[in-house]
C-alpha cells in the first residue's frame, strides 16, 4: 500500500497570506490527523477528521483549519500567516474506528516558512 | 488530562550497547502509549505502542519497553545500539479506545557513537 502523501513537500509565503496543505491518507484509512512541529513548541495536535467531520481540536487559533472530502483526502488552511506559523506540519492517518487505538502513520510533512 | 515526560533530551551511547530513553507519562484516563521515531528530514515512524495487553511490548528494529503502571513509566530500550538508529525519539500517550489524539514528549535525541 502506498503511504501517506502530502502536498507540497516545501512552502514558503509571506506574512498576511493564506496557505492550503494536502494530505492524502492510506487506503481504506477514514482519519485523518494534523500536527504542527517546531523547535520551541515540540509536536502539538492540531485536529483531526473523520468522515469528513472534525472529530477532535487541538488549541490552536481559529486561523488554522481543515476539512476533509469523501475520498478521506483532507486539506488544512491557514489563513493571516505569522511568522510563528513557519514549522513542519505533519498529517498522520489511521483507521480510526473506536473501541481500540490504532496507530497512526505519518506523511513526510510539509515545511512551511512564512517570512 | 494527559502529559509526557521525557526525561533526556539527549542520550549518547557508543555502537553496540544497550540504549535506555525514558518517558514517564500522567493520564486521567486509562491510557495508550506509543515510541516514535524521526529520522533526520524524515516523517515519523512507529516503534511500537502498548494498548492494555502485554506489559512488555516488542517493537521494530530490536526495540522494546515496559509498561509500569505503579512508576507511570514507559521507558524505551535496545539491547546494542547500531549507527542507524541515531534519530529523534518521542515517546507519546493517547486516550486509549480509538481516540486520535496524540500528546508528544519533547523528544529524546539519540547519538550513537562508534
Known amino acids: 500500500k502506498a503511504g501517506v502523501t502530502q502536498t507540497p513537500r516545501y512552502l514558503i509565503k509571506t506574512r498576511g497570506q493564506q496557505v492550503t496543505l494536502s494530505c492524502s491518507p492510506i487506503?481504506?484509512?477514514?482519519?485523518v490527523s494534523w500536527y504542527q512541529q517546531t523547535p520551541g513548541q515540540g509536536l502539538q495536535f492540531l485536529f483531526e477528521y473523520f468522515s469528513e467531520t472534525q472529530r477532535n481540536k487541538g488549541n490552536f487559533p481559529g486561523r488554522f483549519s481543515g476539512r476533509q472530502f469523501s475520498n478521506s483526502r483532507s486539506e488544512m488552511n491557514v489563513s493571516t500567516l505569522e511568522l510563528g506559523d513557519s514549522a513542519l506540519y505533519l498529517c498522520?492517518?489511521?483507521?480510526?474506528?473506536?473501541?481500540?487505538?490504532?496507530?497512526?502513520?505519518f506523511g513526510p510533512g510539509t515545511r512551511l516558512t512564512v517570512t | 488530562a494527559q502529559s509526557v515526560t521525557q526525561l533526556d533530551s539527549h542520550v549518547s551511547v557508543s555502537e553496540g550497547t544497550p540504549v535506555l530513553l525514558r518517558c514517564n507519562y500522567s493520564s486521567s484516563y486509562s491510557p495508550s502509549l506509543f515510541w516514535y521515531v524521526q529520522h533526520p528530514n524524515k516523517g515519523l515512524q512507529l516503534l511500537l505502542k502498548y494498548t492494555s495487553a502485554a506489559t512488555l511490548v516488542k517493537g521494530i528494529n530490536g526495540f522494546e519497553a515496559e509498561f509500569k503502571k505503579s512508576e507511570t513509566s514507559f521507558h524505551l530500550t535496545k539491547p546494542s545500539a547500531h549507527m542507524s538508529d541515531a534519530a529523534e525519539y518521542f515517546c507519546?500517550?493517547?486516550?486509549?479506545?480509538?481516540?486520535?489524539?496524540?500528546?508528544f514528549g519533547a523528544g529524546t535525541r539519540l547519538a550513537v557513537h562508534p
Open positions: 507519546v500517550v493517547s486516550r486509549s479506545g480509538g481516540y486520535n489524539k496524540l500528546i
Open positions: 498522520a492517518s489511521s483507521l480510526g474506528r473506536t473501541g481500540d487505538s490504532y496507530e497512526q502513520y
Open positions: 487506503s481504506g484509512h477514514r482519519s
